[in-house]
Each structure stands twice: as structure tokens, then as C-alpha cells.
């Protein structure tokens, strides 16, 4: 079956300060991968997608920028923080071959000072 | 554009209470509709889905049917538990193209003993 792993859980960093959130897959192949933000009591806003290793897409212009060094491994990044940058980050995959739907990784929850 | 508008919350329930959240779309195609849960702190499981007009997706006594005459995919389930207290989110992907998830803002569920 597939897992999906993202590392650290909580984080908590200070203005200025580089970042970055790891993410991978496992018991999949070639899945499309997916950086979301979901600010307090928001909805989720689209980061990132990508839809195999090296392509990147951005969907909002902003402090941050994601690689896709692996197949399965998808990093969140930025050289330096904003307090505007707090938020729960989330991953998600979805297997091209299958279905639409996506599957969503358990979170980091990212506290700027 | 392509977008999922939700009730506002939170919805305060009693245990055993019925419920439903209402969820409405605008689409340009024909879209795959998702309902997705959250339980605090944790990320998004995908709960129910349906992938065409009339398919009727349930899971954990949860329901909902894709309406394609009043563009709705409503969230219902005849008696609520305390441990369905989570946030939920309606969510949309086209079938053409990139296919990327467009959410709702979320629907707060509360319910009480």
C-alpha cells in the first residue's frame, strides 16, 4: 500500500531564517505531487505541483520554492522566512494511472517569530 | 472559473443529530466532486467521492450525490458522533487537463454528547 511521510511535524523558526520540509512517497511510482498552505482557519491554497522529477510548477508567486530531486521526494523550501509564511503545510499525491483523487500526507505545522 | 463554495460554520450538532453540509460548484466541464475530513491537527482523508451526475459516494455513514442540475454535492449523515467532530472540506478537480483540486473553505462540525 502507499504511504506518505512528511518531515518535521512542527517547526517553529525565526524571520529570516532558511527553511525546509521534506516530503516522500513510498509504494508508487511516477505520482504527481502537490505543496499545499492552509493559513488558520483557511482553506488550503496550491503551492506547488509536480508532475515528475525536476518539473516544478508554481501556482502563487511568493517566498518559497519546491524541488523534486527523486521520483518520490518532494522538499518545500525558501532562504528566508516571513512572518506571513506561518501555516500548516501539507503534501499530497495522486497516482496518474488510477484515479483523480488525492492523498494527503499529515502536515507540518510551521510557526514563524 | 472553476470554484466550491461552502456554508459557513461551524455547525453545532447533538450527538445522533442529523446533519448536512451544503456544498455548491461552478465548473467549467464536467468535474469529479470530493468531500475530504479533517481531525485536528492532522491532514486531510479523503471521505467520499464521485466522478459523474447522479453517482451517489458514502463512506462511514456519510453520503452525498453529485447533482448536476443544481450544481451541488451536499455532505449528509442520519446521526452524528462526537468523533465525527472535524473540519470538512468539498473539493472539485476537472477531468481534462492538469487535474488540480479546487477546495472549499471548510465547514467547522461540532457536535456535543
Known amino acids: 500500500s502507499q504511504t506518505i511521510h512528511q518531515w518535521p511535524a512542527t517547526l517553529v523558526q525565526p524571520v529570516g531564517s532558511p527553511l525546509s520540509l521534506e516530503c516522500t512517497v513510498e509504494?508508487?511510482?511516477?505520482?504527481?505531487l502537490y505543496w499545499y498552505r492552509q493559513a488558520a482557519g483557511r482553506g488550503l491554497q496550491l503551492l506547488f505541483y509536480?508532475?515528475?522529477?525536476?518539473?516544478i510548477s508554481s501556482e502563487v508567486p511568493q517566498n518559497l520554492s519546491a524541488s523534486r530531486p527523486q521520483d518520490r521526494q518532494f522538499i518545500l523550501s525558501s532562504k528566508k522566512l516571513l512572518l506571513s509564511d506561518s501555516g500548516f503545510y501539507l503534501c499530497?499525491?495522486?497516482?496518474?494511472?488510477?484515479?483523480?483523487?488525492?492523498?494527503f500526507g499529515p502536515g507540518t505545522r510551521l510557526t514563524v517569530t | 472559473g472553476n470554484s466550491v463554495t461552502q456554508m459557513e460554520g461551524p455547525v453545532t450538532l447533538s450527538e445522533e443529530a442529523f446533519l448536512t453540509i451544503n456544498c455548491t460548484y461552478t465548473?467549467?466541464?464536467?468535474?469529479?466532486l470530493f468531500w475530504y475530513v479533517q481531525y485536528p491537527g492532522e491532514g486531510l482523508q479523503l471521505l467520499l467521492k464521485?466522478?459523474?451526475?447522479?453517482d451517489k459516494g458514502s463512506n462511514k455513514g456519510f453520503e452525498a450525490t453529485y447533482r448536476k442540475e443544481t450544481t451541488s454535492f451536499h455532505l449528509e449523515k442520519g446521526s452524528v458522533q462526537v468523533s465525527d467532530s472535524a473540519v470538512y472540506f468539498c473539493?472539485?478537480?476537472?477531468?481534462?487537463?492538469?487535474?488540480?483540486?479546487?477546495f472549499g473553505t471548510g465547514t467547522r462540525l461540532l457536535v456535543s454528547p
Open positions: 464521485a466522478t459523474k451526475a447522479d
Open positions: 499530497a499525491w495522486r497516482d496518474v494511472h488510477r484515479s483523480y483523487e488525492q492523498y
Open positions: 509504494g508508487t511510482s511516477n505520482p504527481n
Open positions: 509536480s508532475v515528475g522529477i525536476g518539473q
Open positions: 473539493a472539485l478537480i476537472l477531468n481534462t487537463g492538469f487535474q488540480k483540486l479546487v
Open positions: 465548473a467549467t466541464g464536467y468535474p469529479s
